[in-house]
């Protein structure tokens, strides 16, 4: 039955080309045993090549989507994607407040693979200011965190500072990603006490669109099934770095991740675990 399953839900764009956004977070949740719902704020028309269009979702109904699924359905873990606006991240941040959702994971999503803008200059304060203060765990990569930070990150040193930066924002976790740095794939995790390196992989592929969905959409269905925040940040790691190691091309440009890969061993014995 549905009420004995761990339920996640992801507020993010509808991505056409099915490798990052909504599509992505389902098929992540799918893939770790998490029953998805989702509450789509915009529509994009896009591929591995480009973002062609964007059409934003009304208030309203965005609204809308997430009382009517948290009455019926909940939510034991939420992720935040692609929010577009200040309004709809303003009316994001009050609905989940007044659901009082145990977990929030927000993923800052501000530009895609292909260079696209996916959120608007004049929402960034209202991250800050009004969703940041409810997220358990923040997922910027490096530029995100410079934007979010207001500096400039060349270093390890800088990394820290932006990091301590936004945790006074609010957030309980902020991971910065180190994906777009030389050398070792370091996720940088600070709880506002600790940092914590979280050591990974680099694959070297081409095929890398929806990581940051992924990632974010990983830790909220471990979230989800009972694990907690580290382990599930860990873990999370684990399972992106197999869905980009067993990639295939889709298309012509950044192809996406493979959610439906074989899962590790740690990641099996994590999700037995928590049966």
Same mark, same amino acid.
Not at 10 to 19: V, W
Not at 40 to 66: F, R, S
Not at 177 to 183: A, M, P, R, V, Y
């Given at each position: ?62 609204? &809308?989507?997430?009382?009517?699924? +948290?009455?019926?359905? !909940?939510?034991?873990? %939420? /992720?935040? $994607?692609? *929010? ?77 500072? &932006?990091?301590?930066?936004?945790? +006074?924002?609010?957030? !309980?976790?902020?991971? %910065? /990603?180190? $994906?777009? *740095? ?77 959610? &439906? ?15």
């Amino acid at each position: 039955m549905l009420h004995n399953l761990p339920k996640a839900m992801t507020i993010a764009g509808s991505d056409s080309g099915g490798g990052a956004g909504i599509q992505a977070d389902l098929k992540t949740f799918s893939a770790l045993g998490v029953y998805g719902t989702s509450v789509i704020t915009a529509v994009t028309a896009q591929n591995t090549v480009e973002v062609a269009a964007v059409a934003e979702v009304p208030d309203e109904v965005v609204i &809308a989507q997430i009382d009517t699924v +948290a009455e019926d359905i !909940g939510a034991d873990a %939420v /992720k935040t $994607g692609m *929010l577009v606006n200040r309004s709809i991240i303003q009316n994001v941040a009050d609905r989940l407040e007044a659901w009082g959702i145990p977990w929030l994971v927000v993923d800052p999503v501000m530009v895609s693979k292909s260079g696209a803008s996916l959120l608007n200059p004049n929402a960034i304060s209202a991250l800050k200011k009004d969703l940041l203060p409810l997220a358990s765990i923040v997922t910027p990569n490096i530029p995100e965190a410079e934007i979010i930070a207001d500096m400039a990150i060349s270093s390890d040193e800088d990394i820290r500072e &932006a990091a301590k930066r936004i945790h +006074a924002l609010g957030p !309980g976790i902020v991971i %910065v /990603k180190g $994906g777009h *740095l030389q050398g070792p794939a370091v996720d940088l995790v600070y709880d506002g006490d600790t940092f914590l390196p979280i050591e990974g992989e680099r694959i070297d592929t081409r095929n890398t669109h929806g990581t940051g969905c992924t990632f974010s959409a990983a830790i909220t269905a471990f979230l989800a099934r009972g694990l907690p925040p580290i382990e599930s940040i860990q873990i999370a790691k684990r399972y992106l770095e197999a869905a980009l190691r067993n990639s295939v091309p889709i298309g012509e440009g950044h192809s996406p991740v493979n959610h &439906a890969t074989h899962l590790p061993d740690d990641v099996v014995k994590a999700l037995v675990a928590r049966r």
